[in-house]
């Protein structure tokens, strides 16, 4: 092997290890660097490569305008929620699966009150167990709109959509087994053009009098 293959391989090995040691230490930057010896002088290898920091798991993750909370790795999700709903100042529409949580109902009678045009679709199944028509009864007492599916499937969505610049979507059903003792996820996200598209999607099933239908808490 002649002198120049033999310092090829060892700058590619060292180039690997590089990269393995950013993977494995999940940290902002890695600097290496080899020294081959020559015939009377020495080869320097250097490369720095930048990786983004990770987020503390307590705290939840934010990648620019997306952050998403797991409430079972010790990332509060229904806090972050509440704030989406009294950051409304315009509109609110929400479509639930699954609603029980009484602070949630709180604060979504909250932007009700403050002036905040409010609407709900839930799941028709959900709608009829005991703990969710109360959190209903109160929503719809605050003069809030509620609607449920008439069609053969499952109102499943989990969406929250806040001034049409905010939505939330992911697992996280708004009771509180979903904050203290499921695995779920609460993803937020921040950008005008998804929350549009969100609110496009929610008006449509609003407005589909095949499939959704005035709910009528009994």
Known sequence: MNRNTWKYKILTAAAAAVFAAAALASCSGVRASLTVPGSGS????????????????????????????????????????????????????????????????????GARERGVAVRLITDREQSSGKSQKTVLKQIGQAGIPIKIDSHSGIMHLKVTIADRQTATTGSFNYTKSAEKSNDEVLVVLKDEKIAGDFETEFNRMWNDTGDFTDYKNR
Do not use: H, M, W
């Open 42 to 109: 020495s080869v320097t290898y250097e490369k720095f490569l930048s990786f983004p920091a990770v987020s503390s798991p307590s705290t939840g993750a934010e990648t620019q305008n997306v952050q998403y909370y797991f409430p079972r790795a010790g990332q509060p999700a229904q806090p972050e929620l509440i704030r989406v709903i009294r950051s409304a100042r315009k509109t609110l529409d929400i479509a639930i699966y699954s609603f029980t949580d009484p602070q949630i109902c709180s604060a979504i009678v």
